[in-house]
């Protein structure tokens, strides 16, 4: 004969368990509406796929100081700050490439970039752009690498979107004295005077 707190026992189990099978069951059904829902809300045609277009990228030359333009054709989105990043983003994902010119460790160099209107002007933008800190870390320290590589990300900008006419850099979002220890990051550069300052 089965003992009467193991037959109170089971019932409590049993009971939990079809509470629990029908809590289950309403959760799947809720999360099935709120699934339906949003299919519901989405355009019937996929958002078009920007078409790649035609950009010239300021790549720098280690072996004799130079930068030389370098067409290439990606697909870019409308916005400029976004135009600006991706643009900076496949240029320094260039320089970790083995037969780079310019060889500089792979990461992500360009968090974002921001454009904004100059205050005294009524045409040009100042293009703040966001290293990222791994990317700063991992740069080779020297004078003329540092300089070249601001220099081709000033020219690139500057080549693709003109109305950037001047350039500051930010890294991760903080000011920062030099890119690696020569490069001068405390300045505005000029994006059509190709100087960069370099500290000693």
Known sequence: MIPRYQKIIFW???????L?????????????????TAADKMPLNAPPIAPAETV?????NDADGSLSPVDQ???LPEEPGARARILLQRLL??????HSTHHVAASTGVE?????????????QMAVVNLSGAFVEGHPSG???????LLSIIGTLHTNLPQ?????FVVDGQPRETLAGHADLTRVYLAEDKSVEVRR
């Open 73 to 75: 054709q990606i697909a």
């Open 164 to 168: 950037i006419t001047q350039v500051r």
């Open 112 to 124: 974002e970039v921001f454009l904004m209107p100059l205050a005294r002007q009524k045409e040009g």
């Open 143 to 149: 004078i003329e690498t540092e300089t070249m590589t």
């Open 20 to 36: 629990m099978s029908i809590v289950l069951i309403r959760l799947r059904e809720r999360a099935h509406d709120r699934l339906q």
């Open 56 to 60: 010239t990228m300021l790549v720098a």
């Open 12 to 18: 409590i189990l049993l009971g939990a368990a079809i």
């Open 93 to 98: 994902a260039g320089y970790a490439e083995p």
